[in-house]
Every structure is written in C-alpha cells, then in structure tokens.
C-alpha cells in the first residue's frame, strides 16, 4: 500500500515563498502521475499541480506563474515550490499519486498524504 508523507509548510507574509516535499513508499513511483491539492476551510478541494511520468506539469490558472512542481526521481520525492504566495493560497496542502489518468481532479488519484499547512498572512 502506498504511502505518502508532506513537509515544508508552515506560516509566511505575504510575497514569500515556501517548497513542500512529498516522500513516497510502497508503490513504484516512476509509474504515477503525482499531484498537488489543497483544501481551505469551508471549501473544496481543489488540484494546483500534477506532474506526468515524462515530466509535462499542469498548473491551475491561479498559481500558474507563481508554483513549479518537480519530480526527484532519486528519492521518490515530489516537489511544489511557491513563490509569491497570496493570503489566499492559505490552506491544507496534500500530495497524491495517480496510477493511470494525470489531473488536477480528486478522481483517480490511488494514494495521498496526510497533508501540510500553508499559511500566509497580508
């Protein structure tokens, strides 16, 4: 069963930058589509980034321009660097991993992580 561990959040002004981590385990990595999601309170959960097995990133409109994604093949790892950060990109931050169809939608995604808090105060 594979596993999924954030780190990396935590609390930053407006206009600064945090890079979450994402370990992973128990699954073959390089055969999944990883992803990253957040959640703030009272709202859905919505896709910011995903990265393909060959590398294509996805970014939703509003973090495109200020977010990059990357993989570590090394190590498992992915990465969400976010630069320029908004009062409103305050939220839970969840990796997932997605064995076939490579989106920013909940649906198909097999394995997520506990996640990790991003907030960034004006």
């Known amino acids: 069963q594979g596993q999924l561990v954030e780190s990396g959040g935590g609390s930053v002004q407006a206009g600064g930058s945090l890079r979450l981590s994402c370990a992973g385990s128990?699954?073959?990595?390089?055969?999944?589509?990883m992803g990253w999601f957040r959640q703030a309170p009272g709202k859905e959960r919505e896709g910011v980034a995903a990265?393909?097995?060959?590398?294509?990133?996805h970014y939703s409109d509003s973090v495109k321009g200020r977010f990059t994604i990357s993989r570590g093949n090394a190590k498992n790892t992915v990465y969400l660097q976010m630069n320029s950060l908004k009062p409103e990109d305050s939220a839970m931050y969840y990796c997932?991993?997605?064995?076939?169809?490579?989106?920013?939608?909940?649906?198909?995604?097999?394995?997520w992580g506990q996640g990790t808090q991003v907030t960034v105060s004006s």
């Open positions: 997932g991993a997605a064995r076939s169809l490579c989106a920013l939608a909940q649906s198909g995604y097999n394995y």
């Open positions: 128990g699954y073959t990595y390089s055969l999944y589509c």
């Open positions: 990265i393909t097995t060959y590398g294509t990133t």
